[in-house]
């Protein structure tokens, strides 16, 4: 219940910015997910990669970049997402060669970037995971109007984090365009990425 209220919240303060996007434009594209063009957050994110490389949203320039925050404990939300993501890649056929699926790390204490790599590789060999110190962890969450927030498990290394579960999607440009909701199927996705892709 707890992960549930902290989801709604993240809702509650993206969608209603969304809203005032582009998506009413003439002549813009029709999309399944929540077209949140020209929306104040989300901008970029100044982090390290699983291999130690710093990165910025300018790096992937040229791809559609899909970013989702997780982390290697995550029981459900995670994985789901992200053999969800693969099946979307494999939808697309040779146009994944034109898509970036950036995991953003909500528990930096424990995703070393060796752990990192190995959970996002082993979901997609071009899926990277992104880290940084906690304090930028939390900027990139709020620059993204996310949640990220640690429950305590029995122990404490065995807390848990209650994260937003939605994916942002850049385009190839750079610019945020949707908002996709963590119940969206992989074949909504791959058909909204597609859009994208032949929009330029």
């Known amino acids: 219940m707890r992960k549930r209220r902290a989801l709604l919240a993240a809702l509650a303060a993206t969608v209603p910015l969304a809203l005032s996007g582009g998506c009413g434009k003439s002549g813009a594209p029709s999309f399944n997910a929540t077209d949140i063009t020209g ?3 989300a901008r970029d ?8 490389t710093p990165r910025t949203l300018a790096d992937f320039r040229g791809n559609l970049v899909v970013v989702f925050f997780g ?3 995550c029981p459900d939300v995670c994985p789901t997402a992200l053999v969800k993501l ?3 890649l494999d939808r697309l056929g040779p146009d994944a ?3 970036q699926v950036l995991l953003v790390t909500v528990d930096p204490e424990r995703d070393t970037p060796p752990l990192l790599k190995a959970y996002t590789t082993g979901f997609h060999p071009t899926f990277l995971g992104l880290t940084g110190t906690p ?6 969450v709020r620059g993204f109007n996310a949640i990220a927030m640690r429950q305590p498990g029995a122990t404490p290394d065995s807390y848990t984090v209650d994260h937003t579960s939605a994916m942002y999607v850049f385009d190839t440009q ?3 365009r ?11 996705i791959a058909t909204d990425l597609a859009t994208l892709l032949a929009a330029g």
């Open 97 to 99: 060669a034109r898509v």
């Open 135 to 140: 304090d930028q962890v939390q900027v990139t």
């Open 178 to 188: 949707l908002y996709v909701a963590g119940n969206a199927d992989a074949e909504t």
């Open 174 to 176: 750079g610019r945020v």
């Open 71 to 73: 982390f290697t404990h």
């Open 86 to 88: 693969k099946s979307v």
């Open 39 to 41: 929306a104040g957050f």
């Open 45 to 52: 994110f100044q982090l390290v990669d699983h291999n130690g």
